[in-house]
């Protein structure tokens, strides 16, 4: 199948490309590198382009023959869409509107939208399940909400079928620990641990230690990167019988902050200072999926549950990309 993957030279979009050329597909990245890395795109055709621009969208549509699209192109930091509320509503969903417009127009009706577990909010039921209330708690959170009823509504005038995956932490390096995490700045929890153990960073924080967890600090479902690719891959192909799929994509266990600081340093060898702080507001004690669902109805198994595993292949990409991406 022809799959346009915008935002698809970012860690998600490109270890999803990665996975659909190996799988036989033919992917074509469209991404405009605000966030993606022109180095994380290999031997695969690339459009340098916005999603937002409705006759550009509409032509590398046509060009390409393009037979479903995967959406990657989301700004996903929420600290900074507190800050940028309408910079997150411009991109995440005006822009997304626009590229459902697109397809409308070129006929395109298989999209899989990359969701978040943020449109929970702070959840009074753990392990979360698909039907718990969604209550987003920050304008990231909100505005894949809103992308998803966007997609509900088209999927009910016959013209579009989607699938919103809902992730929870996607973390580690696929292909062999090629294809890794190089957000500029960094914000997510393993790769800033393996920042400290590499002497790139004076610490590694943890924020709150008093959490009623086993050891007092937050607990995180983390799901390898490969896994994650390979949900999107089984629901594009169940998109073929059904107008509307939505999945949790998460382990279903979760690792404590002090677990993931402890694996680090066993799997580099190397020690670093970390510093206890305080809580940071709106951080829940456990965050884990129950993706029952995506097992049963597509038959997805993870492959890399364990934590050292995930851990293994992001040391890898790191210490053999020791400034990221090469651009």
């Known amino acids: 199948m022809r799959v346009l993957v915008c935002g698809g030279a970012g860690y998600i979009g490109s270890n999803m490309t990665a996975m659909l050329r190996?799988?036989?597909?033919?992917?074509?990245?469209?991404?405009?590198?605000?966030?993606?890395?022109?180095?994380?795109?290999?031997?695969?055709?690339?459009?340098?382009?916005?999603?937002?621009?409705?006759?550009?969208?509409?032509?590398?549509?046509?060009?390409?023959?393009?037979?479903?699209?995967?959406?990657f192109a989301a700004f996903i930091e929420v600290g900074e869409s507190v800050q940028q509320p309408l910079q997150y509503y411009e991109n995440n969903v005006s822009k997304t509107r626009t590229l459902?417009?697109?397809m409308e127009k070129a006929e395109i009706n298989k999209f899989v939208f990359s969701s978040t577990a943020a449109v929970y909010g702070m959840?009074?039921?753990?392990?979360?399940?698909?039907?718990?209330?969604?209550?987003?708690?920050?304008?990231?959170?909100?505005?894949?909400?809103?992308?998803?009823?966007?997609?509900?509504?088209?999927?009910?005038?016959?013209?579009?079928?989607?699938?919103?995956?809902?992730?929870?932490n996607a973390c580690g390096a696929g292909q062999g620990g090629t294809l890794g995490e190089d957000h500029r700045p960094e914000s997510h929890l393993i790769p800033l641990i393996i920042q400290a153990a590499m002497g790139k960073r004076d610490s590694i924080k943890i924020f709150g230690t008093d959490y009623p967890t086993e050891d007092g600090t937050c607990v995180r479902d983390y799901i390898h990167i490969e896994d994650l690719c390979k949900a999107h891959l089984l629901a594009l192909k169940k998109l073929d019988s059904e107008s509307e799929l939505v999945y949790n994509l998460g382990n279903g266990t979760g690792y404590s902050v002090r677990q993931v600081i402890d694996t680090v340093r066993k799997v580099s060898g190397k020690?670093?200072?970390?510093?206890?702080?305080?809580r940071r507001p709106g951080d829940p004690p456990v965050l884990t999926a129950d993706a029952a669902k995506a097992r049963n109805e597509?038959?997805?198994?993870?492959?890399?549950?364990?934590?050292?595993?995930?851990?293994?292949?992001?040391?890898?990409?790191?210490?053999?990309?020791?400034?990221g991406y090469e651009d």
């Open 22 to 71: 190996r799988e036989g597909h033919e992917p074509v990245v469209f991404d405009n590198l605000s966030k993606g890395h022109r180095g994380a795109v290999k031997n695969v055709q690339f459009v340098l382009g916005d999603f937002g621009d409705f006759d550009f969208t509409f032509e590398t549509l046509q060009k390409y023959q393009i037979e479903a699209v995967m959406h």
């Open 100 to 102: 459902l417009a697109a």
């Open 123 to 168: 959840p009074d039921t753990i392990p979360i399940t698909e039907d718990v209330t969604k209550a987003p708690i920050n304008p990231y959170g909100e505005t894949k909400w809103a992308v998803e009823r966007m997609c509900h509504f088209l999927s009910q005038t016959g013209r579009m079928n989607y699938a919103a995956l809902r992730y929870f």
């Open 271 to 278: 020690d670093f200072n970390v510093e206890e702080t305080d």
């Open 298 to 323: 597509l038959g997805w198994s993870t492959h890399f549950p364990e934590l050292e595993t995930i851990i293994e292949s992001a040391w890898e990409f790191h210490n053999t990309h020791p400034n």
